[in-house]
């Protein structure tokens, strides 16, 4: 499939001129959409009109700056997603693509994830890093 990355570029321009205001109101734990971007190989690219995907905010540093993962409706390889559930519906994160963003990719707030299955990701991922 052809990506179109010229279509991408004038959507991160946009997104480049866009306040970050919004990160006053980004918390630890919510789940956005963000986006995200046509990226490279097999990092995980944004889907729809904004190239968007959902993402767990995973530590806050400022207004301005967040690590995410990026989550997705389908599994991949178990030992890289960990699966959790929001509004009854089975979703996953994706452990091995956790990313520092600015948040003025963020274009909506969805929820927030349950903060013992937050805890449970956040070990997952120190064990993960620590293999």
Not at 102 to 121: A, V
């Amino acid at each position: 499939m052809q990506k179109d990355f010229n279509k991408w570029n004038e959507i991160k321009k946009s997104i480049d001129e866009k306040s970050d205001n919004l990160g006053l109101y980004v918390h630890e734990r919510e789940i956005w959409w963000a986006s995200l971007g046509l990226n490279i190989g097999v990092e995980i690219d944004g889907k729809h009109k904004s190239f968007e995907r959902p993402v767990l905010v995973l530590k806050k540093f400022n207004r301005q700056m967040v690590w995410i993962l990026p989550t997705t409706s389908r599994c991949g390889d178990k030992k890289f997603y960990e699966r959790y559930v929001f509004n009854d519906k089975e979703y996953f994160v994706v452990l091995t693509q956790p990313r520092t963003v600015s948040t003025k990719r963020f274009i909506r707030k969805i929820g927030m994830m349950p903060k013992n299955d937050f805890e449970k990701i956040k070990q997952l991922l120190i064990k993960f890093l620590h293999k």
